[in-house]
């Protein structure tokens, strides 16, 4: 769990890689919990990477504030957001979208990979 008491930025020229390496190469069973008491803020034309069996389900964000997915950018895992998650013209998520205010796509794609 990696927790944070202020937002979360995913800068310009800056992108995120989650390695589900794991010892001996078996099966990656990583979980990464982000958690925030403030928002998370991906930065245009940025990406997630998930490698080494890294799953899109074991990626969890945890948000008191809002999501916010920068235009051409690309997220990955389960957004858990307590306000509103926007996905801006031509970003794409893969994973699902829980918010408890509002969700807001703005030509957006979301895809979640069949279990």
């Known amino acids: 769990v990696y927790t ?22 078996a099966e990656s069973d990583a979980v990464f ?8 803020t991906q930065a245009a034309d940025t990406d997630v990477f998930l490698v080494n069996g890294a799953k899109v389900e074991n990626i969890i964000w945890v948000v008191a504030g809002e999501i916010t997915v920068g235009t051409g950018a690309h997220m990955e895992g389960i957004l858990l957001a307590k306000t509103a998650v926007t996905l801006m013209t ?6 699902r979208i829980f918010a408890q205010t509002a969700a807001t796509l703005q030509m957006a794609t979301v895809t979640q990979e069949p279990e």
């Open 4 to 25: 944070f008491d202020i937002g979360v930025g995913i800068a310009t020229a800056t992108d995120l890689t989650f390695d589900g390496e794991s010892e001996g190469g």
């Open 33 to 40: 919990i982000i958690q925030t008491s403030g928002s998370v």
């Open 90 to 95: 031509g970003s794409s998520l893969n994973g």
